[in-house]
């Protein structure tokens, strides 16, 4: 938003300079920075959406994580218990 922001007072600063801006000249510009605007909108809901989905992402991961540490830490009992039961044999 601000890069747009930037740009936009930077082309109107440029056509002030060069000369007197007629009204095209102004609508002109408008027309780009609104289309800039909508622009970065379209990008920051892009980011929005890819971020939620990291996020998701990211918890399933962690879910899959403690499953598989219980998993292990099932595995590990059970073989110890049955070491243990075989030394005592």
Known sequence: ???ATKLAVI???AGLTVGC???SDITNLQTQIDGLKAEVSSV???ADEALSSAQQAEGTANKALATANRTASDVDAKLNAGFKHHQLK
């Open 11 to 13: 082309l109107l600063s």
């Open 1 to 3: 938003m601000m890069k």
């Open 44 to 46: 920051k809901s892009t």
């Open 21 to 23: 801006a007629s009204k």
